[in-house]
């Protein structure tokens, strides 16, 4: 079989330059061309020393019609509106794509205009967009050809959550989710917000009742609910650099249920998933356990008032974008699904 050709638009940023660390590796996958609008013509070297399997290979401008032939897939990681119209072009075209963005997520456009304060202008191809999010949507993902992939906080929470609302063990009212990012959730771009002095030593909430990951959330636990859902949503920026963890409170229908049948509930959901990992009973996730990786870890408590405590961590930048979108490369090529991702070493 020939080997899979990958363009990826957008690979002097993080997430980017994530997808470079973890496709390097994979014997299946040629990596043919790069993107950068600043950097085009520098070595992909002269930005990231580490990638230096990549050495000689330079970062070129996104040319759309440049590009078309270099990929069978094509991993757009570019800000939220920059990619809608080149996730349509070359899918449109007939090419698989991995869009980072959050311009394919939400189902409909009018909550995109509402929260992105911009026009969708392709529905059509918003229509045929999946949700990558394999541990619910893994069936879908096979046969897609354009995928969203899921927003950072999106998937601490829907993986936190996703098994007491199937189970229906939690009300669907009075979910309350707690979340804490590292700087690099905010991009590579420069902005005096995330310099150094301004976040180090410092910890603080921002977003507040109004982050746009707050639709997505929603949409997603409506789903597997089967109905409506409005959580109350608060991200915090942590003095590091990469990591996410969340802290979800949902009340227990059954206030008396018990913690060891609410642990086997999430055990069993997850028992096939190679990055849902459950912690047993007693045990918490820690960021330092899945920082470079493509895990996302599951703890869990209940409070004497009936509250269910569920703690999820991810990298945001690998199972919160560029692992989880390896994960649907794989998915929809037909590769082993852990295929670059199951030896991914924690980094400091
Ligand atoms: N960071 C995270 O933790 C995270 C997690 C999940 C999803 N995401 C999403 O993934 C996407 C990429 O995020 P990131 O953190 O990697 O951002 P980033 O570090 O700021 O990188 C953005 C990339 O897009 C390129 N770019 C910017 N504007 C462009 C334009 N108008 N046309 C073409 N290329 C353009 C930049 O190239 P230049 O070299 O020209 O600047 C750079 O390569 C975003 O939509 C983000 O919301 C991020």
Redesign the pocket.
């Known amino acids: 079989m020939k080997n899979i050709k990958a363009v990826i638009?957008?690979?002097?940023?993080?997430?980017?330059s994530e997808l470079l660390r973890i496709l390097a590796p994979i014997p299946a996958v040629d990596v043919t061309a790069l993107?950068?609008?600043?950097?085009a013509g520098k070595e992909v070297t002269a930005l990231f020393p580490h990638l230096h399997t990549y050495k000689g290979v330079r970062f070129e401008p996104?040319i759309k019609e440049a590009l078309l032939d270099k990929g069978d897939v094509f991993f757009l990681?570019?800000?939220?509106s920059?990619?809608q119209e080149a996730v349509e072009f070359f899918h449109s075209r007939g090419k698989k794509v991995i869009d980072?963005?959050?311009d394919y997520r939400l189902r409909n456009p009018l909550v995109y205009e509402l929260w992105y304060k911009i026009n969708h202008r392709f529905p059509d191809a918003l229509k045929q967009a999946v949700y990558g999010l394999p541990e619910l949507y893994r069936d879908k993902i096979r046969n897609a050809s354009l995928i969203a992939?899921p927003?950072?906080y999106p998937t601490t929470a829907i993986l936190a959550l996703y098994p007491a609302l199937k189970q229906k063990i939690i009300t669907t009212e009075h979910i309350v989710i707690d979340s804490k990012s590292g700087v690099?959730?905010?991009?590579?771009?420069s902005d005096v917000a995330y310099s150094f002095c301004e976040i180090a030593g410092g910890f603080k909430a921002y977003g507040v009742a109004a982050h746009r990951h707050t639709p997505e959330i929603d949409q997603e636990l409506s789903a597997i609910a089967g109905s409506p859902i409005s959580v109350t949503f608060t991200p915090h920026l942590l003095p590091i650099a990469r990591g996410m963890l969340s802290t979800v409170y949902a009340p227990l229908k059954d206030p008396g249920m018990s913690l060891d049948e609410v642990h086997s509930i999430y055990r069993d959901a997850y028992q096939d998933e190679p990055f849902a990992d459950v912690l047993p009973l007693g045990k918490y996730p820690d960021i330092r356990n899945v920082r470079g990786t493509n895990l996302c870890q599951i703890g869990m408590a209940a409070a004497e008032n009936g509250t269910l405590i569920v703690i999820s961590a991810i990298d945001?930048?690998v199972k919160?974008?560029a692992g989880q979108a390896v994960q649907n490369m794989n998915i929809m090529f037909g590769l082993d699904e852990t295929t670059g991702l199951g030896q991914l070493p924690v980094v400091p």
């Open positions: 638009c957008g690979a002097s940023g993080y997430t980017g993107t950068s609008e600043q950097s996104l990681a570019l800000p939220h920059a990619s980072l963005s959050a992939n927003g950072c690099s959730g905010a991009g590579r771009k945001n930048l919160g974008a």
